[in-house]
């Protein structure tokens, strides 16, 4: 289970060894392309972070579901964040849930 978070995003911006991902200003592409995109870049910073020994990585996607795509990029982090997908990398309950964010508690590396 995951913390959820509704206070000030910005002071969380201070937590050490953190990496950051926007998704607020992706590029154009039919709806497929950009969830394939938003997939595909939150499990390669999942596993980058582990094996660079980052302790955080922080997904911005705003908090304004008006504009479809940035509302569906926050789905479909959120939903990584919650599947049996991101186990290997994160720790659930050391993870941040806020309505502008996720912050993704990273897994030691375990690998020599």
């Not at 596993?47 to 705003?62: H, S």
């Not at 504009?67 to 720790?91: D, L, N, Y």
């Amino acid at each position: 289970m995951v913390i959820q978070f509704d206070g000030d995003w910005a002071i969380l911006r201070n937590m050490p060894n953190m990496h950051y991902v926007d998704f607020n200003c992706l590029e154009a592409g039919n709806y497929y392309e950009k969830m394939a995109k938003v997939h595909a870049v939150v499990m390669q910073a999942l596993k980058d972070a582990q094996a660079k020994g980052v302790d955080y990585v922080m997904f911005t996607y705003g908090n304004s579901t008006s504009e479809a795509f940035i509302g569906t990029a926050r789905s479909m982090v959120r939903a990584i964040m919650k599947s049996k997908e991101s186990a290997p990398f994160i720790i659930k309950k050391r993870s941040i849930e806020h309505r502008s964010g996720f912050i993704a508690a990273i897994k030691p590396n375990s690998q020599p």
